[in-house]
């Protein structure tokens, strides 16, 4: 899927309501929010001039051009080329399940669907999948019935829910779990297409799945050794 990213923004937590607002007015939509803590020591932190351990993370869908326009605006905004700021990456995105989906992650940005792919020469791929809490089971038993082998779970909350109901006609929670999943490439349509089964938007647990590409990984091998037998 060229051009689509997953774009992840770390800033201080009192700095949330500004960086939402900002994404606002650029008309790219936050479809999700965690908190995290930093781990750097004090020493790094008065040295890079960080005031706040406590972390809030922004996940968003952005095209190319959008991601341009918003790195310059961030940069003019908040001058997050700055070392204290924070910071704003993108990862690019393999495949979206789903056409409403897809739509729903990219209003306000002009994206023609092309061809799904991944780099060159992955072998495998993380499937990220946004579900309401609670369901995380459901979605690794279908998960597994497709080949995948465990998961890892967070908890975050999601935005626009009002905006979501127009896309999708139903009501969403606000309260989300955001599940990790390693697969083989190869494994990644069948996993993405049971999930998307029995736990999708016509289920209770209202699940929204995407794959990024992974260039290396480290401690599959017993696990997919076991899945070989």
């Keep these: 899927m060229s051009g689509l990213y997953l774009m992840t923004t770390i800033a201080n937590r009192n700095m949330l309501p500004k ?13 999700l929010i ?12 008065d040295y890079f001039g960080l005031e706040s351990a406590e972390k809030a993370v922004l996940f968003g869908v952005v ?3 959008s991601w341009k326009s918003l790195k310059k605006a ?14 704003a990456f993108t990862v690019p995105l ?11 992650l990219t209003e306000h940005q002009d994206f023609v669907k092309g061809e799904e792919g991944t780099l060159k020469d992955t072998t495998h791929e993380l499937l990220v999948v946004i579900a309401n809490q609670g369901y995380s089971n459901l979605i690794m038993e279908a998960a597994k019935s497709a080949g ?41 349509n069948g996993i993405m297409k049971a999930v998307m089964k029995d736990a999708g938007m016509e289920s209770k647990a209202k699940s929204i799945i995407f794959s990024l590409p992974v260039t290396s990984t480290a401690g ?3 696990v997919e050794d076991e899945q070989s037998d």
């Design 148 to 188: 995948a082998g465990g998961g890892t779970v967070i908890h975050a909350r999601g935005t626009g829910m009002e905006r979501a109901e127009s896309f999708f006609g139903v009501s969403l929670a606000s309260e989300k779990e955001i599940i990790f999943i390693v697969s083989r490439t190869g494994q990644r």
């Design 19 to 31: 960086f939402l607002g900002f994404y606002q007015e650029q008309g790219v939509l936050v479809n």
């Design 34 to 45: 965690t908190l995290g803590r930093g781990t750097a020591t004090s020493e790094v932190m």
């Design 63 to 65: 095209t190319d051009d």
């Design 220 to 222: 599959l091998r017993l």
């Design 94 to 104: 393999a495949s979206i399940g789903g056409k409403r989906e897809l739509k729903f």
């Design 74 to 87: 961030l940069q003019n905004r908040f001058r997050i080329d700055v070392p204290g700021t924070g910071i």
